[in-house]
């Protein structure tokens, strides 16, 4: 059978002359019968970012993003939530909270700026962003939790990434020939992007970075 091919866009725009926040942006869809020519696209989920998706299996798939539910500060606001598909992505359930346990460092934030991961045991292992002040550099790190239904979440313990002096944020994962292959952006465009390797996807290996071309970021993974 074809496959069909999802594009998951965060819509950035600007209104009234200033940049929208995240709550006022919504997430875009748009499909492809080759992965390469994509349709228009149609909102997907309003007032959210950071997509990740993955397929669980035949036609089930989980989306997993930040979400800021109106009202502003209300109890899911700004927290990672999902949504499933049962039918290859051309319907997709109402959002679902993600709920973790277990131990971040003391101070640390919630976790923020999902990347999820099918392993080969059948669970899903979420990396996030998280540290205590963004205004200081290399206080956000990239942790992981791990799950069986891709909505409860357990933290695995230590850090994934944490540079001395760099950022780690928005992380983005592959398991590709062997290897798992990890970037995240320092907050800084012209660091480029952190990169490293791992056997097991918990202890990386950093390398050269990927370098910045000038006029495209690694945020967003």
Not at 8 to 13: E, K, M, N, P, V
Request: proline share 6%; net charge negative; glycine share 10%.
């Amino acid at each position: 059978p074809m496959k069909t091919f999802y594009s998951l866009l965060l819509c950035a725009f600007l209104a009234c002359g200033v940049k929208a926040q995240p709550w006022n942006s919504p997430l875009m869809i748009c499909i492809s019968n080759d992965g390469i020519n994509f349709g228009a696209p149609s909102v997907f989920q309003d007032s959210s970012g950071v997509a990740t998706v993955l397929n669980l299996g035949g036609d089930t798939l989980i989306c997993a993003f930040q979400w800021f539910p109106y009202p502003l500060q209300s109890t899911y606001f700004d927290k990672v939530a999902v949504k499933f598909s049962y039918d290859g992505g051309a319907t997709w359930t109402y959002p679902t909270p993600c709920n973790f346990t277990g131990s971040l460092p003391n101070g640390y934030q919630r976790p923020f700026d999902p990347a999820i991961v099918l392993l080969s045991n059948g669970q899903i292992r979420m990396y996030f962003s998280t540290g205590i002040n963004f205004q200081n550099m290399g206080d956000i790190d990239t942790y992981s939790a791990l799950s069986t239904d891709g909505i409860n979440y357990t933290y695995e313990s230590g850090a994934r990434i944490a540079h001395p002096s760099l950022h780690s944020i928005d992380p983005a994962a592959i398991y590709f020939d062997s290897l798992w292959y990890y970037t995240s952006w320092t907050s800084v465009s012209s660091d480029g992007s952190h990169r490293g390797t791992s056997t097991d996807g918990l202890t990386f290996t950093m390398t050269s970075m990927l370098p910045y071309d000038g006029s495209h970021t690694w945020l967003g993974g």
